[in-house]
């Protein structure tokens, strides 16, 4: 268990590492970028919630809730920035 | 020393872990910072040139820093809780330490952001996107804070009294602090880099 925390931890370290260097870009102009940016927020947010906060061992009424809310705000920013 | 485990069926609905209360808590807490970013993008659509160099005046190097100490902290706030639930208590001890230390570093890099801010006259009332940055953030911190200060009585808790202890106690505390990671990773690519 301990370990396969470890490995997400580094896979949410090196998803930040990409999202900052997007972040050099004018994503505002580079609609496809935003997406790409959202998205890996959006991986990151599902990796806290389902392996850190054990949201895996919930009732699917909150899985559902926050992937959800999760999806809406990524979807949201993607659309209007 | 034992501590206190129960056995709880987490696929009940009224028993996530956690516990409900809390859950609830971070739902309300995620629709609200998103109806908040919801409100910084459309606002970002109507004035995109002062947006884009509002950004541009943040500083993305302490925003990507502060979210890789989030996610440290939150690694070894799991990590605490894994070692309580074993009965490890002294490594679970050190583990909520190192998250304290994680979230004393955010508290730490965010003042001085706000200094930073605060120096270049970058106020609430500068433009929207200020506006919007310094309530939400602000907002976030005021959450770490609190998180802290639970963070701080867990610790005491099992330091002094582990036999009173009850895991779920602890699960209600890094329910709460992993919920200031969520709301982060949200908050940090809306603010320091879609715009």
């Known amino acids: 268990m301990e370990k396969k925390n470890l490995l997400i931890l580094f896979i949410l370290i090196g998803m930040t590492q990409v999202s900052a260097f997007l972040g050099v ?5 580079v609609n496809y970028l935003t997406w790409l940016v ?30 959800l809310i999760g999806l809406l705000v990524v979807v949201v920013v993607g659309f209007w920035a | 020393m034992e501590i206190k485990a129960q056995n709880i069926d987490h696929k009940d609905i009224f028993y996530p872990p956690g516990g409900i ?14 109806l908040g970013i919801g409100g ?14 509002s950004r541009l005046q943040l500083n993305t190097s302490i925003g990507t820093l502060n979210t890789l100490i989030l996610l440290v902290s939150g690694y070894f706030m799991t990590n605490t809780v894994l070692k309580l639930k074993s009965g490890a208590i002294e490594s679970a001890k050190k583990y909520l330490v ?33 506006t919007f940055y310094w309530l939400m953030t602000g907002f976030h911190l005021a959450h770490v804070l609190v998180g802290l200060v639970i963070l701080v009585f867990s610790w005491w808790q099992i330091k002094t ?23 982060w990773l949200l908050l940090f690519p809306s603010l320091y880099l879609i715009f």
């Open chain 1, 38 to 67: 959202m998205g890996l927020a959006a991986v990151k947010f599902f990796l806290v919630a389902f392996v850190f906060m054990e949201l895996r061992k919930a009732h699917f009424f909150w899985k559902f809730a926050t992937v």
């Open chain 2, 21 to 34: 209360l809390l859950w609830i808590i971070i739902i309300l807490e995620l629709i609200t910072f998103g």
């Open chain 2, 98 to 130: 190192w998250t304290m230390l994680g979230g004393l570093l955010f508290v730490g890099l965010k003042s001085y952001e706000y200094v930073e801010k605060l120096t270049g006259d970058l106020d609430m009332g500068d433009n929207m996107f200020f």
């Open chain 1, 25 to 29: 870009f004018n994503l505002g102009v």
């Open chain 2, 40 to 53: 910084l993008v459309y606002y970002g659509k109507l004035e995109p040139e002062l947006f884009h160099q």
């Open chain 2, 161 to 183: 009294r582990p036999r009173s202890l009850q895991v779920t106690d602890l699960e209600s505390g890094a329910a709460f602090w992993h919920m200031c990671d969520l709301i």
